[in-house]
């Protein structure tokens, strides 16, 4: 089924007869389209931001440029993912952080506390807030926050004595 101008009915003209009017009328469809092919909303923007890049010097000289933005958009998003697979594939594995060994043993005995002592003594010591905001973050009386705190600093010192 076809429109008045010829154009299949299915198919919304598109405005070409500025390069700022085709951006704006393709930009979306483009995006949406980078998106649902990459997964990641930042990838399509900037593939799409590229394929209009590479057009404009020469939209005038492209008959349909639709089709043309779309097949560039699919080879950009295409080449993004070849390059990220090279990228992974000889990218040196990372090499663990070299701490100073009594901080390594500290961080060792942090994470073996239990979850709330571990919240309570990294909000307290590390983000240094006073006992009151650590109750407050951690949704629970001050008592209980103070007393998170003091058997985490037990704990750990059991640790250390060991």
């Known amino acids: 089924m076809k429109s008045d101008n010829g154009a299949p009915a299915h198919v919304p ?27 990641s909303r930042q990838i399509a923007e900037d593939v799409v931001h590229d394929a209009f890049l ?12 639709e089709p043309y933005l779309r097949r560039t958009v699919v080879n950009g998003v295409k080449a993004h993912h ?10 040196p594995a990372p090499s663990e ?13 942090v994470s073996q506390l239990p979850e709330r002592q571990r919240h309570a003594l990294v909000l307290r010591f590390y983000l240094d807030l006073t006992v009151e905001q650590v109750a407050e973050q951690l949704g629970c009386p001050l008592g209980t926050a103070k007393s998170l705190i003091h058997r985490g600093i037990n704990h750990m010192r059991e640790g250390i004595e060991q």
């Open 54 to 65: 590479g057009l404009e010097p020469r939209w005038r000289d492209v008959r349909d440029p």
């Open 82 to 91: 070849r390059r990220r697979k090279v990228e992974l594939r000889y990218r």
């Open 13 to 39: 003209e598109t405005d070409t007869s500025t390069f700022e009017a085709l951006y704006r009328e393709l930009w979306s469809p483009m995006v949406r389209l980078a998106w649902l092919l990459s997964g």
């Open 97 to 109: 952080p070299a701490l100073n060994p009594e901080i390594e043993e500290v961080w060792r005995l």
